[in-house]
C-alpha cells in the first residue's frame, strides 16, 4: 500500500476503480483495518465506476501510531490530508461506526469538500451501553494489561445478535475465523477509544445536525445496540436532506456480515444523484 506522510501521522492507503470515476473516501470503524472494505464494498463501488479510496486510520497498521490521546478533529484533519494529497477537490464520504462520526465532522466543517456522506452505524445520540463499553474499552488500554488468546475475538463477537451468540456452530466458526488476531497494540487502541468516548460524551455536536447541508445517508441496523435503529431514525430526521435505511437482521457488524446488503444500499444512494457536484 501506498503512503502520505502528514507530518504528525503517516497513513497507509489504497485506490481502486477508474481514475476518472467520482471519487469515495471510505472511512474505517474503531480498530478496522481497511482491508474490510475489500470484501463487499470496494468491488460493488468499483464496479458500479467509482474511484475508491480506502485507508487505515491512525493507530491501526500499516498507518502509523501516534502518542494517545486522539480526537475525530484529528482524524478528519488525517482524512482531509489523504483527500488533499490525491488532489481530490470535492468526494462522497462513507463511514461506518466512529467513521461514520469522522465523515459526520467532514461533512459539517468542510461542506464544500463533501458531495455526498453515508453514516453506517454512527448517527445517534449516544447510547448508556455505548459510554459504558467504551469507558471500559479505555480504561483496559490505559492498564494495558497482558490480553488473552481470545479477547480480540470475543470483542468483536459480543456485537452479533443474541440469539447468534446461543448458536455453537456461529461461534465456533468465528472463533475459527478470528480466534488468533493479536490484541489492538497501544498507542493506538487508547489514542482511538479515547477519541471514541469523547464523541459518545459530547451531546453538542447533536446540536448541529439541523445547520448540516450535505445530503446524507443514515444506516442503520436492526440489532445494534451501539446505534439503534430507533436513535438513528431520530438523528436523520433532524438532518436537511437526509435519507434513512434500516437493514433487517443485522447488528454493529452489519459492514461485514450484511455487506453485500449495504454496499447496494450505498450504491444505490450514490447512483440517485441526491449529491451537488
Known amino acids: 500500500m501506498p503512503v502520505v506522510d502528514l507530518g504528525e501521522v503517516t497513513l497507509a492507503y489504497d485506490v481502486s476503480g477508474p481514475d476518472d470515476g467520482d471519487p469515495v473516501v471510505l472511512v474505517c470503524g474503531l480498530g478496522q ?15 458500479a465506476g467509482y474511484r475508491v479510496v480506502s485507508f487505515d ?17 484529528d482524524m478528519v484533519d488525517d482524512t482531509l490530508g489523504l483527500v488533499d494529497h490525491l488532489g481530490l477537490p470535492s468526494v462522497h464520504v ?20 463533501v458531495r455526498s456522506a453515508v453514516l453506517i452505524g454512527s448517527c445517534n445520540v449516544g447510547t448508556s451501553w455505548e459510554k459504558a463499553i ?23 463477537m459480543r456485537y452479533l445478535p443474541n440469539t447468534e451468540l446461543q448458536d455453537d456452530s456461529v461461534v465456533d466458526t468465528w ?7 493479536e490484541p489492538w ?23 448541529r445536525w439541523p445547520r448540516m447541508t450535505v ?15 430507533r436513535r438513528a431514525r431520530e438523528a436523520a430526521d433532524l438532518i436537511p436532506n437526509a435519507r434513512f435505511v434500516e437493514i433487517g437482521g443485522a447488528s454493529h457488524l452489519g459492514v461485514f456480515t450484511h455487506g453485500d446488503d449495504v454496499a447496494r444500499v450505498v450504491a444505490r444512494f450514490l447512483a440517485e444523484g441526491r449529491t451537488t457536484p
Open 33 to 47: 483495518p481497511s482491508a474490510g472494505w475489500h470484501l463487499s464494498m470496494v468491488p460493488t463501488l468499483t464496479a
Open 57 to 73: 486510520n491512525r493507530g491501526v497498521a500499516p498507518s502509523s501510531a501516534p502518542p494517545a490521546p486522539y480526537s475525530i478533529d
Open 94 to 113: 462513507v463511514g461506518y461506526s466512529m467513521g461514520g462520526w469522522i465523515a459526520e465532522t467532514l461533512a459539517w466543517r468542510h461542506a464544500e469538500r
Open 134 to 156: 467504551t469507558t471500559v474499552e479505555r480504561d483496559l488500554a490505559r492498564i494495558d494489561p497482558e490480553l488473552p488468546q481470545w479477547f480480540s475475538a470475543v470483542e468483536t
Open 175 to 181: 472463533l475459527a475465523l478470528i480466534g488468533d488476531l
Open 185 to 207: 497494540p497501544n498507542p493506538g487502541r487508547l489514542g482511538q477509544y479515547e477519541a471514541a468516548l469523547q464523541w459518545s460524551l459530547d451531546l453538542e455536536r447533536t446540536h
Open 215 to 229: 445530503p446524507c445517508l443514515v444506516l442503520a441496523f436492526e440489532h445494534d445496540v451501539d446505534s439503534p435503529p
